[in-house]
């Protein structure tokens, strides 16, 4: 094997370990939403810190991640600025907020409040996968994720990353502009195929501390029209609050520190209305899963699944033209295999088979020749491609290249 070749295989394995991991993680994490805006200086971060902490009020086990990259705002508006989280076993602790609330912020893992990064696509990418995966989040009912504005590479990178997020929650300020950007927050999250939770807008009006009568200093009501426009649920409006803005300065969370306001009741009743629509949904598929009875089981840590494509048991060179594909889990800290099956495919056709291998968890297929597009098929669907194996049993094909030991010749199909 080539210096090269041994490089990609390396690289191959990490990235399978990695996504293992990943998935461990993810699924210790019931439901995960992520809260999202048209643009910033709406309230985004306010409302995920509060929405964070009602539903930790509210009894469940929550976890708050701010992945806003230029200005992470979170440590401040929870009185969190100076403290760095910690490191035990390898993996990076969070901060618990009031006992209550499992906190991680990249401004809690910078050096010095003032440190400026620059933060490159691929960097955040990576920034943001180990900030699920490294964490010790634990057993979470709730993951509130603080998503930078708009509809860029960061917000997408994270629906990306929680593979099947629960949904978005999309923060709106009542006036017209603020709605057309929201819009197109719902658009983002229809064309990633990403239920909206419900749509909350807020500042919207204000309520007199001396009269207590509401002013509609925006056009009240945008959010909500907007909703009911775009078929999505309205989950609430928040009024501009003094305390919000003094509590964010002197780092007191408002539904904490003032949880007997009209507007902390506001939260709780949003939060409310979360759990029961999420809650709900997650029963109803429970019983449609058990009636399935298609429950997988979780793969253990370093447990790497193969697939390779056979005929009479042997490798079949063609991987379009096999009868059966070996299926053979491999630990990769023993580098042994812990089980092996034959699986028969669904009849191919283009796109099939990707989809099939996916749904059977499998990590990387070992082939003889595959054609480009074939190769870009797998990718998308999460399945790393070796090609140029040239002879064997799948076993020792599969053992030979988890210890770097597998010739690999040309690859046989190239269209
Ligand atoms: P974003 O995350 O969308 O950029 P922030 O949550 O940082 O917005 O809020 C921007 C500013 O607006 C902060 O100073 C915050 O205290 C203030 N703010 C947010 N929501 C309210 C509200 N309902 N009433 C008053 N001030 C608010």
């Known amino acids: 094997m080539s210096k090269e070749e041994e490089k990609q295989r390396r690289q191959t394995l990490d990235q399978v370990l990695e996504d293992v991991q990943l998935d461990q993680q993810l699924a210790e994490i019931k439901h995960k939403i992520i809260v999202l805006s048209g643009k910033g200086g709406v309230g985004k971060s306010t409302v995920s810190a509060n929405l964070a902490l009602s539903l930790a009020l509210a009894g469940k086990e929550v976890g708050l991640l701010d992945i806003d990259f230029h200005g992470p705002s979170i440590p401040k508006l929870m009185g969190l600025e100076g403290k760095r989280a910690g490191i035990e076993a390898d993996r990076i602790v969070p901060i618990t907020f009031a006992g ?54 960061e917000p997408l990178s994270i629906v990306q990353l929680l593979k099947n997020p629960t949904g978005a929650v999309v923060v709106t300020q009542p006036q017209d502009l603020s709605t057309a950007d929201v819009r197109r927050s719902i658009v983002f999250c229809r064309q990633l195929k990403l239920p909206v939770l419900g749509v909350i807008e807020n500042m919207s009006g204000f309520v007199c501390p001396k009269c207590g009568e509401t002013v509609d200093i925006f056009k009240s009501g945008g959010g909500e029209s907007m909703a009911e426009k775009m078929n999505v649920p309205f989950l609430g409006r928040i009024p501009i609050e003094p305390a919000i803005v003094a509590g964010g300065d002197s780092g007191e969370p408002f539904v904490y520190f003032r949880g007997k306001s009209e507007t902390a009741i506001k939260f709780t009743q949003m939060a409310e209305k979360l759990i029961h629509s999420i809650e709900d949904k997650a ?51 023993t580098k042994q295999v812990v089980q092996s099956q034959l699986q028969t495919p669904p009849p191919h056709e283009p796109g099939v088979l990707p989809k099939w291998l996916h749904s059977q968890n499998v990590h990387i297929i070992l082939a003889g020749g595959m054609g480009q597009r074939a190769q870009s ?5 999460g399945i790393q491609v070796v090609v140029g194996a040239t002879a064997g049993k799948p076993e020792d094909i599969v053992l030979a290249h988890v210890r770097g030991a597998l010739a690999t010749g040309e690859n046989i199909c190239d269209h």
């Open 377 to 381: 098929l797998f990718t998308q669907n």
């Open 283 to 333: 029963d109803d598929d429970d019983k449609e899963a058990d009636s399935k009875k298609e429950e997988k089981e979780p793969m253990a840590e370093s447990v790497c699944r193969y697939a390779v494509p056979t005929a009479n048991g042997e490798l079949c060179l063609h991987f379009g033209h096999c009868d059966q594909f070996a299926i053979i889990d491999v630990d990769l800290n």
């Open 100 to 153: 209550k609330l499992k906190v991680m912020s990249l401004g809690l893992l910078l050096q010095g409040e003032d440190d400026a990064v620059i933060w490159r696509g691929p960097m955040k990418m990576g920034a943001i996968k180990q900030l699920i995966k490294d964490v010790a989040w634990g057993r979470l009912d709730y993951l509130i994720v603080d998503s930078p504005p708009g509809t860029g590479d």
